[in-house]
């Protein structure tokens, strides 16, 4: 299957409602549309995590941060100049996503990926995607697609054929908590 044949595939899964294992900037991720509340509930529970953990989404570019959240401080376009690899960001004021998804204090974790694929899926997907660790949760995260288990595998509606040969060790991102006060808070470094 080819590239593209692939991006749309996982969309057409995603704009279904379903949960889609994919290829990220980072780590492998189990993904969804991050405005379905099913989606993003299917999400927790192949994770079996509880829904009270915020997760991760992914977009593809900085407007579309903008849309998904109130009011973006000038320190995370400064902190995104500068970040030297993949960075999440945590904004306050989460909007336009679905309500399990957010942290209690309504707040979002989001970054915007450079990495090929999961960039034009995003792109194509047109919404933000959600993007946590491949893994039940309490498990090492996978590092590469070989070392993903069946039992996620076997969880999800679609899995992406790109990039599953790679065999390198994939890391996460680093995670910085940015307040509506201008605070930041280096939640994974």
């Known amino acids: 299957m080819?590239?593209?044949?692939?991006?749309?595939?996982?969309?057409?899964?995603?704009?279904?409602?379903?949960?889609?294992?994919y290829p990220t900037d980072t780590i492998w991720g189990i993904g969804c549309d991050a405005t379905n509340e099913a989606a993003v509930q299917?999400?927790?529970?192949?994770?079996?995590?509880?829904?009270?953990?915020?997760?991760?989404?992914?977009?593809?570019?900085?407007?579309?941060?903008?849309?998904?959240?109130?009011?973006?401080?000038?320190?995370?376009?400064?902190?995104?100049?500068?970040?030297?690899?993949?960075?999440?960001?945590?904004?306050?004021g989460a909007r336009n996503l679905a309500p399990n998804l957010l942290a209690e204090d309504g707040s979002i974790a989001i970054r915007i990926t450079k990495e090929t694929f999961s960039q034009?899926?995003?792109?194509?997907?047109?919404?933000?995607?959600?993007?946590?660790?491949?893994?039940?949760?309490?498990?090492p995260s996978p590092h590469n697609f070989?070392?993903?288990?069946?039992?996620?595998k076997n969880a999800v509606d679609y899995i992406v054929k790109a990039r599953q040969e790679e065999t390198g060790e994939s890391l996460p991102s680093s995670i910085i908590?940015?307040?509506?006060?201008?605070t930041i808070k280096i939640i994974r470094e």
């Open 2 to 21: 080819d590239f593209n044949e692939d991006i749309k595939q996982a969309c057409e899964v995603m704009q279904r409602g379903g949960v889609i294992l």
């Open 177 to 182: 908590k940015l307040e509506a006060n201008g």
């Open 120 to 139: 034009q899926l995003c792109r194509r997907f047109k919404k933000a995607i959600v993007s946590t660790s491949a893994n039940i949760s309490g498990a």
């Open 42 to 92: 299917r999400v927790y529970e192949i994770k079996q995590r509880a829904d009270s953990k915020a997760l991760i989404v992914l977009t593809d570019s900085e407007p579309k941060v903008e849309f998904y959240v109130t009011e973006v401080p000038d320190t995370a376009w400064q902190l995104l100049d500068v970040a030297v690899k993949p960075l999440t960001l945590i904004y306050p």
């Open 146 to 152: 070989s070392e993903i288990s069946d039992e996620i």
